[in-house]
Structures are given as structure tokens and as C-alpha cells.
């Protein structure tokens, strides 16, 4: 179990935070002023921007230079998102949201812990898992909130 592994295995992780917070800037940035989800998505986001900074630190300690954005893929992946599957009002941007988080927040990292990682690297990783799935489940009570609003 190399060091570069740990590195590769680490920054795969990392370029999916930082994803993640250009995912909510956008959202962010489609929201009225006035919205209730500008709190809970500027939280999100902060989140994110805490285990980008985790994950950095943790690459720095091991030798290694941590990715600084998600990568042409990532934005690509985030484009071909925004084109195909555009939310519209706040109630579709919930839902994006919570399809981001599962499908390139929770699943990604579910995969990365499954590598060969050492226990600190490891702990880390659950640690983020375990916020993010916290997550989720925070937008699945607004989507429900918002549906009973109706």
C-alpha cells in the first residue's frame, strides 16, 4: 500500500469535492434572494469546502499534490448535467441536488472506501461519507416539506 496509491486514491475523492461546491454554486446562483434553501445550501457547500480542505491537508501530509478543481471530466460531467437535466424551480433544484449527492457524492466515495486504504485514510473517508449521506437525507426533508406545502 503505497503512498501513491493513498495520493491517487485521495485526490479522486478530492476532484469529487470539489464538484460538489461548483455543483451548489450553481444551484446558489439559481436561487432567488429570498429563498430558503440559500442557508442550507451555502451549509452544503461549506461542508464540502471542509473536506476538500481535509483531503488536501491529508495528501500534503503523505507527499503528495492535492488536485486544486474537479478535472476536465468533472466539469464536463457537471456541464452535460446542467444541459440535459437543468432544474427549473427550487423544487427541481432539491432534487438535483439530492441526485448529485447520491450518484457522484455517495457512490464515488462508497467506491474509493472500498480500496486498499490505510486506517487513517479510511477513517477520513467514512468521516465524509457519513456527512454527505447527512446531507441527503437534510434535502429528502425539504423535498418532503416542500411537497407538503403544496
Same mark, same amino acid.
Not at 1 to 7: A, C, G, K, L, V
Not at 109 to 123: F, S
Given at each position: 500500500?503505497?503512498?501513491?496509491?493513498?495520493?491517487d486514491t485521495l485526490n479522486k475523492l478530492l476532484k469529487?469535492?470539489? *464538484?460538489?461546491?461548483?455543483?451548489?454554486?450553481?444551484?446558489? !446562483? $439559481?436561487?432567488?434572494?429570498?429563498?430558503?434553501? @440559500?442557508?442550507?445550501? %451555502?451549509?452544503?457547500?461549506?461542508?464540502?469546502?471542509?473536506?476538500?480542505?481535509?483531503?488536501?491537508?491529508?495528501?500534503?501530509?503523505?507527499?503528495?499534490?492535492?488536485?486544486?478543481?474537479?478535472?476536465?471530466?468533472?466539469?464536463?460531467?457537471?456541464? *452535460?448535467?446542467?444541459?440535459?437535466?437543468?432544474?427549473?424551480? !427550487? $423544487?427541481?433544484?432539491?432534487?438535483?441536488?439530492? @441526485?448529485?449527492?447520491? %450518484?457522484?457524492?455517495?457512490?464515488?466515495?462508497?467506491?474509493?472506501?472500498?480500496?486498499?486504504?490505510?486506517?487513517?485514510?479510511?477513517?477520513?473517508?467514512?468521516?465524509?461519507?457519513?456527512?454527505?449521506?447527512?446531507?441527503?437525507?437534510?434535502?429528502?426533508?425539504?423535498?418532503?416539506?416542500?411537497?407538503?406545502?403544496?
Open positions: 500500500m503505497s503512498n501513491e496509491h493513498q495520493i469529487g469535492q470539489h *464538484m460538489g461546491v461548483d455543483a451548489y454554486e450553481s444551484y446558489l !446562483e $439559481k436561487l432567488p434572494a429570498s429563498s430558503p434553501l @440559500k442557508e442550507p445550501f %451555502i451549509t452544503i457547500q461549506s461542508d464540502l469546502r471542509d473536506h476538500a480542505n481535509l483531503l488536501s491537508t491529508r495528501i500534503l501530509e503523505l507527499g503528495g499534490t492535492p488536485k486544486k478543481s474537479e478535472g476536465l471530466v468533472g466539469k464536463m460531467e457537471l456541464f *452535460m448535467s446542467e444541459l440535459f437535466d437543468r432544474p427549473h424551480d !427550487e $423544487k427541481e433544484i432539491v432534487k438535483h441536488a439530492i @441526485k448529485g449527492e447520491n %450518484i457522484y457524492g455517495n457512490k464515488m466515495t462508497e467506491k474509493i472506501a472500498g480500496e486498499e486504504l490505510d486506517e487513517h485514510n479510511q477513517q477520513l473517508i467514512h468521516t465524509i461519507l457519513f456527512k454527505q449521506r447527512e446531507h441527503v437525507d437534510e434535502l429528502k426533508i425539504i423535498l418532503d416539506n416542500m411537497k407538503n406545502e403544496e
